[in-house]
């Protein structure tokens, strides 16, 4: 199936605004993107990042009419700053092409596969992690959810019991589970992620030792390891949160991190009482690794 693809530019105080009214003429789904390379500022854990100049794009279904939808959009905000319309009819096979261009079978330490349905590896003393697109937003490519792949591939979680904070699709938590863990606990604001972490738990046999759980449904578990990749702000306003999952003895890792922002985040844990250990780092992120002492 094809789709018609439709986008604005437009300023932080009209994008919402475009965004609803393209939902409200039928789009399937509305993203929004930088249109001019600023720099990425966190927003608040319940805020959706908006640029100064950001691109609203819309996937409407193939019998609509992008002419009308240029129409009437232009129509409901005369006067406001809208520029580059750009509509294009997206074929199915692109995305699926680009996803695959983008994700192909990754080995993190020496135990541990990430692949694509299909490109599965066997290896001896070895498991491999299958995903599949569309409900794959993070497989792994990312340096952040890398960074905690390694550590959950370099270092023995047999038995243990595992939290994964921010789970999106869930790949650190099933990870964990191929590589020996007991049990695992999925959290995350968004239920769609919510969503994505059960399919993939299914998809590689693991979903009789993991639980679900938006963070007002989330009390009284403790981990032995708990992985939070979010990023540097939620971070240090979660850190008496997250210290409290973990088991005394417990590890704490924590991903989502500029490198400049490291020093910050290790201090909120150590006023915590860890033990936070030097950064971790690939590209500009980095990992810090936290020990609750027993």
């Keep these: ?111 541990l596969w990430v692949c694509p349905s299909g490109q599965e590896r066997s290896e001896s003393g070895s498991v491999c992690m299958t995903l599949d697109p569309g409900l794959a937003f993070g497989t792994g490519t990312h340096p952040t959810t890398a960074l905690c792949l390694e550590w959950l591939a370099t270092h023995s979680v047999e038995a243990m019991d595992l939290i994964d904070y921010g789970c999106g699709s869930g790949i650190l938590a099933v990870a964990g589970l191929l590589l020996g863990g007991k049990y695992a606990h999925a959290v995350d604001i968004d239920p769609q992620a919510l969503e994505a972490s059960r399919y993939n738990a299914e998809k590689n046999n693991v979903q009789a030792r993991i639980n679900y759980y938006l963070p007002e449904q989330f009390s009284g578990v403790i981990g032995d390891v708990v992985v939070a990749n979010i990023l540097a702000k939620p971070l240090i306003e979660l850190a008496p949160l997250l210290t409290s999952l973990v088991r005394p003895g417990g590890v704490l890792i924590l991903s989502g991190i500029l490198n400049e922002q490291a020093e910050a985040v290790a201090e909120a844990y150590r006023q915590q009482g860890l033990e936070v250990g030097m950064p971790i780092s690939k590209d500009d992120w980095c990992r810090l690794d936290a020990r609750k002492v027993g």
């Design 1 to 111: 199936m094809a789709w018609h693809q439709i986008s604005v530019v437009t300023d932080e105080v009209t994008a919402p605004e475009v965004s609803d009214f393209f939902s409200e003429l039928g789009a399937v789904s509305v993203t929004y993107s930088d249109a001019e390379d600023e720099p990425v500022y966190e927003p608040a854990i319940d805020q959706t990042k908006i640029w100064t100049r950001t691109r609203v794009t819309g996937l409407f279904e193939l019998d609509t009419d992008p002419d009308i939808v240029h129409t009437l959009t232009f129509n409901q905000f005369v006067g406001r700053p809208l520029q580059e319309w750009v509509a294009e009819v997206l074929q199915d096979q692109v995305w699926e092409r680009a996803w695959m261009e983008h994700f192909q079978p990754m080995k993190f330490g020496e135990r």
